[in-house]
């Protein structure tokens, strides 16, 4: 296809091709690396036989194989269409006043440093600051492949317990926060919005941008009637881009919203396993006692501080694999 002449006549198709066939390269080089390290171990372990090489190094082979292996099989788990798509983090304050905007604020450093370290591109599409410290609400679009996939186990309420620097006489405080993880649809995926059933407003910006973000209307809030999904973006600094991202956000919304049809129906037939804790306490962050623990799959580490620097990649196939599982 891309060796027609006319393969670039439209652009859009042409990019969704190339990110097609990106995609399939990247299963490709996977199977052929863990294909090489396998072979690796057959040799050496018939080097072994003949006394050629120590049992150690066939160890040493056999681990790096069979740690290869694992991270295809569990990215295997990332079958569905929408999981190949960037996301968007929502992450809402909860009961606790400014100990929750602050716990807000630690999650969105952790989710932003996880993406970072695995090259994502991370965009900020809308604050709303805490009364004295953290954040009451924000949300962020993680750009890159498998994102979505990635990412998707972290909805739920995520639960802080340490002893709170806001409080005077030192106590033990525990707060909440919930987050949302939505599909950020591209061209592959069409989703319908009838411009008359979306109603606009605009607004200034909050929180840091410069004079002109900041004196300008240029931030945008859209309401889609039907379902009632409202959705804020000032991110950028004209309202018509704002308008286009706003839109892109909720066609994102508004399909997630079918995926949770979807899923609803097959938790009627799979009633009471894993797939029924959408929404709902998922983790809690033990600071005092060094204890992160997902109370839905067990998984859990004394790593409090590797965890909120975003080193959650076991949290994240924990949950992925235990999915294959049900």
Known sequence: MTLDPNFWDDPKQAESTLKEIGL????????EETKTLVDDVEVLFEFLKEEETSEEEVDQAYEKALEKLEDVEF??????????LGSIL????????????????????MYVMWAEKNGYKVSELNRVDGDVAGLKSVSIEIKGDYAYGLLKGENGVHRLVRVSPFNAQGKRMTSFSSVF???MVDDRIEVDVNPADLDWDTFRSSGAGGQHVNKTESAVRVRHLPTGIV??????RSQHMNREKAIQMLKSRIYEMEL?????????IEA???????????????LDDRRVKDHRTQHQTSDTIGVLDGNIDAFLKSWLMLGQEV
Request: proline share 3%; charged share 35%.
């Open 24 to 31: 399939l390269k990247n299963w490709v080089k996977a199977f």
């Open 75 to 84: 990215r295997s788990t990332l079958n569905k269409p929408e999981d190949e």
């Open 90 to 109: 929502e992450i809402n304050a909860g009961a606790g006043g400014t100990e929750s905007c602050d716990w807000t604020e630690m999650l969105l450093r």
């Open 181 to 183: 993880v939505h599909p």
């Open 231 to 236: 959705v804020e973006c000032q991110e950028e």
């Open 260 to 268: 949770q049809k979807q899923q609803a129906e097959r938790e009627k």
């Open 272 to 286: 009471g396993k894993m797939k029924n804790e959408w929404g709902s306490q998922i983790r809690s962050y033990v």
